[in-house]
């Protein structure tokens, strides 16, 4: 147990919390839980995960306690039906090393801290990039860490260094809200970043279980960012997914309670009529969510990612045809051919700004030419994962 001096009095702990009534969220199916290496080794992560497991009835639990929590064979052959039964596999681990400094590099991405206190995500789209990354491709379980006060421990020391405000992203490696009405990990985490002088909170979901969040106090330093397509879009490629009017609404919620919230609309997906459905969309959402940001994507993947794409969607998919032949920038990802982003992001940006001129909107993961074609014509600012 960590003791911190994040809440102004040296004494106060960061625990495991237990006094939430756990739930399980109605788009995540956990038909499988497995208990791995260090996973129960002290009465407070014991505690905490019957606690969790109470909120599975009926859900069988292994022990693996010799196993770290990414060498989980689940004894599946092929890649889809793999991803598929992993997403259904709750494993509760340790992550040592959950909080990281990206190193991206060949793209205009700038470095940023994360952190993780979820692996993976129990949600299934058919585009999805976290798939194909090397942590997950072998075993996609979905994973809750339980050394929750360590990694709070390792931000406040990091934050404790800094001279002014930065960002701690969650969201890259997971969905960071999916399970918190199992886990209630935002009734520790958000106190946390309200009370901090320096660390900031951005974190990117698709889950619209906003609840407990609503009357938690935050400070304006967590800044919820949702991940949207048009709804037709959401329909064909988001599976197990909160609809999009249900995010829709989770953000107004959040926006009411007074958190910055941000949109990322990512990936874009070409279909025959793009520029009408997604200025449509665009339009509509900028109207009704009081954005603090708007962040514009497309597909930027690696191979195993893609390569489980196109098992899912078939060779000749939407997604697929419109990568640039030969296809990879100088940070290795695939994405569509440089023409075709300039003209989406034009188009979507002008869709935005008709409504909000003064919105600040920037691009995700993308090259340097294509950003500064974009650029010179319409003002970009910072993407979404810092402040
Ligand atoms: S929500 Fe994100 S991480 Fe989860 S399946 Fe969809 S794309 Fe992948």
Redesign the pocket.
Known sequence: MAQLDIFDTPDVPVRLPVTHAPECPPHVHVERIILTRGSRDSPERRAFIRHICGGLPGVPVEERLDTPHNQIDLRVRGAVPLQAAGKRTLVFGVLKNAVRFSQESGNTCPNYWHFSLYG??P???S?????GTQGVWFSPTVKIYVNLPEIIARMDRIANELTRPVSFYHGKL??PLALDPLTGYSSVLIPFFARHRYARHVQLT?SASVERLLDLEHGGHTILSW?LNPPAIARRF?ST?PSVEMRLRAMEQCAAAGYPVRAVVMPIVPVDDWPDVYAAFLRHLVERVPLQRLTLGGICSYTHALHLTRQRLGDDNVVSRHLAPGSSGDDGRARYEPGLRVRIYNHLIDAARAVRPDLPVALCLEERGVWRQVHAHRPLGPCNCIL
Request: net charge negative; glycine share 6%; proline share 0%.
């Open positions: 993976h995500c949600y299934g789209c585009y999805c990039y976290l798939a997971q969905d698709k991940s988001e997914v």
